[in-house]
């Protein structure tokens, strides 16, 4: 799912990834360069709304940085988030070391990013996976088409499906989450014309934090015979995981391989590609494209499917025994990216 949700899903320790230095919330401001501080070109910062860890999705963000410095004979910063309070401390932190560009992952700085924006016209920012509300000349945003990997995850649903039913257990019921519903679906109908497709959703006080929940909704879809499940719910993914493992059944999961977390259950992954959209995000920004917003999706490389992916074999996915399956979603992605294939976009409706 979108990283709105995903961050919630994935939140770990916090950990120094390669060499690129974390810093969190009070010492944001006694954070170091990557190297000896005497880089000849231009510095970028990253800021984090979360603790990198093992946050494959956070790590990438890091190797975009890092890989667009090194391109640059730049310097790259890592300041690492764990809460509102040091979200905002590290984003007045980076702004007051006035960095070339300034990146933030997520839709947790969209207002500070505004605020900081008209504050400071000539410092350049960079949002990924999410974006301000108002346009601004030095805010770049990079978002996703996860609805595109999403319907291939579908079509592999289809041809796997026993029981001829699919199902997706969503956060919330609004079009932005119905991106990983609603495509699903049509991917399996792509596949399976015949099948059926149903949707529950987590809702109630924690709708990105209930596992139990999660894992009653996706109890429900298999009790009525669901056997390939989207799991798109935050940190409850877990849970519906648990249910698909416990009865039998396969899931899907979102933005990085889940599939380690369920061997033998977790079927395949629609991966966003953050190193991507940060490196090319970046260009953006310092190409004198600001204040645009560029969407990544199967064409530009920041949407995939783990199974797509090289390195498939070793993955832990069950689509790794699956070749033929993966043919021909192969070539449905082909068609996607070349236009002759649409899938439509929930949250564009």
Same mark, same amino acid.
């Given at each position: 799912?979108?990283? /709105?949700?995903?961050?919630?899903?994935?939140?770990?320790?916090?950990?120094?990834?390669?060499?690129?230095?974390?810093?969190?919330?009070?010492?944001?401001?006694?954070?170091?360069?990557?190297?000896?501080?005497?880089?000849?070109?231009?510095?970028?910062?990253?800021?984090?709304?979360?603790?990198?860890?093992?946050?494959?999705?956070?790590?990438?963000?890091?190797?975009?940085?890092?890989?667009?410095?090194?391109?640059? $004979?730049?310097?790259?910063?890592?300041?690492? *988030?764990?809460?509102?309070? +040091? /979200?905002?401390?590290? !984003?007045?932190?980076?702004?007051?070391?006035?960095?070339? !560009?300034?990146?933030?992952?997520?839709?947790?700085?969209?207002? @500070?990013?505004?605020?900081?924006?008209?504050?400071?016209?000539?410092?350049?920012?960079?949002?990924?996976?999410?974006?301000?509300?108002?346009? =601004?000349?030095? !805010? $770049? %945003?990079?978002?996703?088409?996860?609805?595109?990997?999403?319907?291939?995850?579908?079509?592999?649903?289809?041809?796997? +499906?026993?029981?001829?039913?699919?199902?997706?257990?969503?956060?919330?019921?609004?079009?932005?989450?119905?991106? =990983?519903?609603?495509?699903?679906?049509?991917?399996?109908?792509?596949?399976?014309?015949?099948?059926?497709?149903?949707? /529950?959703?987590?809702?109630?006080?924690?709708?990105?934090?209930?596992?139990?929940?999660?894992?009653?909704?996706?109890?429900?879809? #298999?009790?009525?015979?669901?056997?390939?499940?989207?799991?798109?719910?935050?940190?409850? *993914?877990?849970?519906?995981?648990?249910?698909?493992?416990?009865?039998?059944?396969?899931? =899907?999961? !979102?933005?990085?391989?889940?599939?380690?977390?369920?061997?033998?259950?977790?079927?395949?992954?629609?991966?966003?590609?953050?190193?991507?959209?940060?490196?090319?995000?970046?260009?953006?920004?310092?190409?004198?494209?600001?204040?645009? #917003?560029?969407?990544?999706?199967?064409?530009?490389?920041?949407? *995939?499917?783990?199974? @797509?992916?090289?390195?498939?074999?070793?993955?832990? %996915?069950?689509?790794?025994?699956?070749?033929?399956?993966?043919?021909?979603?192969?070539?449905?992605?082909?068609?996607?990216? *070349?236009?002759?294939?649409?899938?439509?976009?929930?949250?564009?409706?």
């Amino acid at each position: 799912m979108s990283r /709105r949700s995903r961050t919630r899903a994935l939140r770990l320790a916090a950990a120094v990834a390669g060499g690129a230095l974390l810093a969190t919330g009070c010492n944001a401001a006694a954070a170091k360069k990557d190297e000896d501080g005497k880089s000849t070109g231009p510095a970028f910062t990253l800021v984090t709304p979360d603790a990198v860890g093992q946050n494959e999705f956070l790590k990438l963000a890091v190797d975009g940085v890092k890989a667009a410095a090194g391109a640059r $004979s730049g310097s790259s910063k890592v300041y690492e *988030s764990t809460d509102a309070a +040091s /979200r905002q401390q590290n !984003v007045q932190a980076a702004v007051d070391a006035k960095p070339k !560009v300034i990146v933030l992952v997520g839709f947790e700085f969209a207002d @500070l990013v505004a605020q900081q924006a008209e504050a400071h016209p000539d410092q350049s920012f960079l949002v990924v996976d999410a974006c301000t509300k108002q346009t =601004y000349a030095n !805010v $770049s %945003c990079a978002v996703f088409r996860e609805h595109e990997g999403v319907f291939l995850a579908g079509a592999e649903a289809g041809l796997l +499906s026993k029981s001829g039913k699919v199902g997706a257990v969503d956060v919330l019921d609004t079009p932005q989450f119905r991106r =990983y519903s609603e495509p699903f679906a049509a991917g399996a109908k792509k596949t399976a014309p015949a099948s059926e497709a149903a949707t /529950r959703f987590v809702g109630g006080q924690s709708p990105f934090n209930d596992s139990a929940r999660a894992k009653e909704q996706a109890s429900s879809l #298999i009790s009525g015979g669901t056997d390939q499940l989207m799991a798109a719910a935050a940190a409850g *993914s877990y849970g519906v995981f648990e249910a698909a493992k416990a009865k039998g059944a396969f899931a =899907y999961g !979102v933005d990085v391989n889940q599939c380690v977390s369920a061997p033998g259950t977790v079927v395949d992954n629609v991966i966003k590609k953050t190193d991507v959209a940060v490196e090319k995000g970046i260009e953006q920004a310092i190409g004198g494209k600001g204040g645009q #917003i560029v969407s990544y999706g199967l064409k530009e490389g920041g949407i *995939s499917l783990t199974g @797509l992916e090289q390195g498939v074999v070793d993955s832990q %996915c069950v689509i790794a025994q699956h070749a033929p399956v993966l043919d021909q979603v192969k070539r449905l992605r082909d068609q996607i990216v *070349s236009g002759e294939l649409k899938v439509d976009d929930p949250a564009a409706k």
